[in-house]
């Protein structure tokens, strides 16, 4: 059973940086593709940033370029999305996801068939 759980989350003034960990078990992490998403209050979930199973390829939605960096450690089956310059509109529930599916790409949530429980991150003004 693949379990993700993330951690990191928590409440920082704008300008601050937090840096948020999903732990991977369940099956060979090294072998699979990384998500991060987030969810807004009242809005639909959206494509963050993602990571191949190597960490060579990076692609991020255009919000986040130059300010969220997203790396892994297969050694530690841990992906990571260090968030820089954090704004208020930063705030939401992030959520790291396992791609599953070939057909579709890191943008899509259909690409993921597990996803962690979320970690609440709040920016304050």
Do not use: H
């Not at 993602?50 to 130059?66: E, F, L, P, Q």
């Amino acid at each position: 059973q693949v379990q993700l759980r993330e951690s990191g989350g928590g409440l920082v003034q704008a300008g601050g940086s937090l840096r948020l960990s999903c732990t991977a078990s369940g099956r060979t992490f090294s072998n699979y593709g990384m998500g991060w998403f987030r969810q807004a209050p009242g809005k639909a979930r959206e494509f963050v940033a993602a990571i191949n199973w190597s960490g060579a390829t990076t692609i991020y939605t255009d919000s986040v370029k130059g300010r969220f960096t997203v790396s892994r450690d297969n050694a530690k089956n841990t992906v990571y999305l260090q968030m820089n310059s954090l704004k208020p509109e930063d705030t939401a529930v992030y959520y790291c996801a396992q791609r599953t599916r070939y057909d579709e790409n890191y943008y899509s949530e259909r690409t993921y068939g597990y996803w962690g429980q979320g970690t609440q991150v709040t920016v304050s003004s």
